[in-house]
């Protein structure tokens, strides 16, 4: 039986937390131009009327601000249902969609207000993050016209995350296990990533209608519901726009998908071995 340890390493959660936070980070900070293209070429008026190829770390600073604290969240969430689920440590497809989906709930109370104020600089709407948030503050009257405006398009962002972390999440998790049961052992880090990448991309291209959609609705001068801006989009542009972005998402996206679930799987590794160092010296 193990020791008991007296360090902060031995919570499974304060792990998840750390290496939910690294992984979120490391990600959003190396991949944030590609978004910013990808917002721009999304955006009402095309790629050049919203700011072209400048300013591509416009709205950094949200990112920075949100990208730690949410994949932490959503890390910890995931993991507490996977145990949860499946006690027995053997959690399957069923386990795995559930978890990602409440694990996205949870993650996007904080990235939902990152991404519209991150989403208004990278469309040169603002300078920088500073003044989209100001504004958001200044232009609105009272606490739920606020609260309105930070969360404006969490409807849209919620049912494009659960539809993206139920295909990736699951295919993700089944990779790394045909490759542990072909080699028996666990997946590494790299196989992890290169997994990840791939899962990723695949989840990208069947969301990107959504994605242009929550673009849209949290760009939008004003309030409007996610049915009447589809309609306007698909009457407008056609149904094209709705794919419109689609491969510096799906490039972003897998690119990200590898540095994100193999930056998890290689921090919460390193502090699962740090964990048993320390045991092991209190013994």
Known sequence: MDAPSSSPLASPYVRSLIAGGFAG???????????????????????????????????????????????????VTYEHVKST???????????HMLAASLGEIAACSI?????????????????????ALSHIFTANQGAVAVWRELYRGWGVTVM????????????????????????????????????????????AACTTPLDVLKTRLMLAKQRQSALSTFK?????????ALFKGI???????????????????FAKGSLEALDRRSRGSEI
């Open 247 to 265: 491969t510096p998402r799906v490039i972003w996206i897998s690119i990200g998908g590898a540095i994100f679930l193999g930056a998890w799987d």
């Open 111 to 131: 990235r939902v207000p990152t991404e519209v104020v991150k989403q208004r600089a990278q469309a040169s709407q603002f300078s920088s993050s500073w003044k």
């Open 232 to 240: 306007s989009i698909v009457a407008e542009e056609g149904t094209g």
């Open 160 to 203: 494009r995350e659960i539809p993206f972390t139920v295909i990736q999440f699951p295919l993700w998790e089944g990779m790394k296990e045909w490759r542990g049961k072909q080699k028996g052992r666990k997946a590494n880090p790299v196989e992890s990533a290169v997994f990840g990448s791939i899962s990723g991309g695949f989840a």
């Open 85 to 95: 689920v499946s006690p027995n440590g053997q959690p399957g497809a069923f386990a």
């Open 25 to 75: 980070t490391a990600v959003d900070l190396s991949l944030f131009p590609l978004d910013t293209l990808k917002t721009r070429l999304q955006s009402k008026g095309g790629f050049f009327a919203n700011g072209g190829w400048s300013g591509v770390y416009k709205g950094v600073g949200s990112v920075i601000a949100g990208s730690a604290p949410g994949a932490a969240l959503f890390f």
